[in-house]
């Protein structure tokens, strides 16, 4: 069994940054495509970045490219999303989301394992 464990959210203002953190806790092997999505009140969960463990590529959405990064330590079995120049649409449950597989897809459906999320609130 997989289990994600997200940290790092909260309240920050407008142009700050954020490091969020999914540790994963697994009993055999470890997921190897990493992603993060999030959602805020009533809008549908949307994909923000992906990581693949095998070969480091990554994959962002327009809407965070250039201001989030995301990066894992195969070591710590962590990976992160440090979030950069923080806009009041960033808000929402960050979730983190894994799954065995060739390429980091985009649509939450193909993802087997899931975090409870973490809350980013940025102020205006």
């Known amino acids: 069994q997989v289990q994600l464990v997200e940290s790092g959210g909260g309240l920050v203002q407008a142009g700050g940054s954020l490091r969020l953190s999914c540790a994963v806790f697994?009993?055999?092997?470890?997921?190897?495509?990493m992603a993060w999505f999030r959602q805020a009140p009533g809008k549908e969960r949307e994909f923000v970045a992906g990581i693949s463990r095998t070969d480091a590529s990554t994959r962002y959405a327009d809407s965070v490219n250039g201001r989030f990064s995301i990066s894992t330590d195969n070591a710590k079995n962590t990976t992160y999303l440090q979030m950069n120049s923080l806009k009041p649409e960033d808000t929402a449950v960050y979730l983190c989301a894994a799954k065995f597989g060739l390429t980091v897809t985009t649509i939450p459906k193909p993802y087997d394992y899931w975090g409870q999320g973490t809350q980013v609130t940025v102020s205006s």
């Open positions: 697994e009993h055999s092997y470890s997921p190897n495509i």
